[in-house]
């Protein structure tokens, strides 16, 4: 039980420190300056996960919300496919260079 509870600890704080990022970089937060370098600090330092990279797809999702072709939050093909018509699609995104090397 003590590692279950552990474990939950963790993973809401994980998520709470998502929609903080999430927060920050939307300028929510603070200021546009102040959050570019806090994201900066939170994103590349802390988490990982590149500010840039983020941002610009982020930015592409609120552009194109849940469209599977082109929202690069939802578009995973031809890695996975939600739908028999997505996977079947010529519209499907092809891998990039990078991911043609990663697999």
């Known amino acids: 039980l003590g590692h279950t509870m552990a474990a939950l600890i963790v993973a809401l704080g ?3 420190g998502a929609w903080l990022g999430h927060d920050i970089m939307h300028n929510s ?14 994103g590349n330092a802390l988490t990982g996960i590149s500010s840039g990279w983020w941002k610009y797809t982020h930015n592409m999702h609120h552009a ?3 469209e599977w072709d082109r929202d690069p939050d939802v578009t995973h093909m031809p890695l996975f496919a939600v739908t028999e018509r997505m996977f079947l699609s010529h519209e499907a995104r092809k891998l990039s260079s990078v991911e043609e090397k990663v697999l």
């Open 29 to 42: 937060v603070w200021g546009r300056i102040t959050s570019h370098y806090v994201g900066l600090l939170y």
């Open 14 to 16: 994980w998520h709470q």
């Open 64 to 66: 194109v919300v849940n």
